[in-house]
């Protein structure tokens, strides 16, 4: 019977403690000499060059975090290992124990707070307005009778009828399959304007055979703070990411990383996204915050 108890009590006490690691991501860490990093097979900022091989703009970032991760445990060597993730399963590998440190591009919003934690904001998407530069379009007004293309399963559409200076004005739908067949409705002509994300709309036009035929116009429609997800009520693990992250934003490592990512030619296309720094992602630098999207949205 004794020995029945105490079996029990020494289970009990595993469960407790591996339960405490998983609220504990440094002490995990630690004890296993590595972090696995969420990443993302196709994403602007977070993709794969195969072979085991990613890049990206958020994944430079997280490669200076896990560098601060090694030196405030004071490890020799810390490896990296590489959990692929997608838009429905990135929630559940974090809250699981899975991943450590997702670094995708995943929006920080009021219904995923209740699951997950987030970083502060390292970048700030902005859904806006792709025309060709002679069309004479340079805001919502003039958008009145034309022909809007966007994505199929996107909500850009949707975001340009609900906003303020859209009232009293009509326009006719195109749907693309995808993002690059959405463009093309507009490089044949099809359509007037493209509306989506910014990052998506400059991305095409740096593809595109005439950049200079294209042209990024009108006012903001949307709003949202993208950051790198982390698990929930592990306070000491969030000081460690923002503090490596306000650490790149004052000494300029994450300007240097936009300016690679964003306005400088991309190896191996080398073609050049020709994305400016945002008002948006500049106020979310200067002022670290993880207000989610419905925050910013309550603004405007």
């Not at 972090?35 to 994944?59: A, D, K, P």
């Not at 073609?271 to 915050?289: E, G, Q, R």
Request: glycine fraction near 6%.
């Amino acid at each position: 019977m004794n020995k029945q108890v105490l079996a029990l009590a020494i289970a009990a006490l595993a469960a407790g403690s591996a339960f405490a690691q998983a609220n504990d991501t440094l002490a995990k860490i630690k004890a296993s000499g590595s972090i696995t990093e969420g990443v993302r097979e196709s994403s602007g900022l977070s993709y794969t060059l195969g072979n085991g091989q990613y890049t990206g703009f958020h994944y430079d970032v997280c490669a200076n975090i896990i560098r601060d991760i090694q030196k405030h445990l004071g490890l020799a060597k810390l490896e990296t290992k590489f959990q692929p993730v997608t838009s429905q399963n990135r929630v559940p590998l974090v809250q699981n124990g899975t991943v450590d440190l997702e670094c995708g591009s995943t929006t920080n919003n009021a219904t995923r707070q209740k699951d997950v934690s987030f970083a502060v904001t390292t970048y700030v998407e902005e859904v806006r307005i792709a025309v060709k530069a002679n069309s004479g379009i340079t805001s919502i007004k003039d958008l009145n009778g034309k022909t809007v293309a966007t994505t199929t399963g996107t909500t850009s559409v949707q975001t340009l009828r609900k906003n303020e200076r859209a009232g009293g004005i009509d326009f006719k739908e195109l749907y693309g399959k995808d993002h690059s067949d959405s463009f093309l409705l507009l490089e044949s002509g099809r359509a007037d304007a493209f509306v989506m994300d910014g990052s998506i709309l400059a991305s095409n036009i740096a593809k595109s055979k005439s950049p200079a035929d294209y042209k990024i116009v009108g006012e903001v429609l949307s709003v949202e703070p993208i950051a790198i997800m982390i698990r929930k009520d592990d306070a000491a693990f969030k000081k460690v990411v923002d503090d490596s992250i306000k650490a790149q934003i004052k000494n300029g490592d994450l300007a240097k990383l936009w300016d690679k990512w964003f306005l400088k030619p991309i190896p191996p296309a080398n073609v050049t996204v020709n994305l400016p720094l945002s008002d948006a992602t500049k106020s979310a630098w200067a002022n670290p915050n993880d207000k989610p999207m419905e925050e910013y949205a309550a603004k405007k």
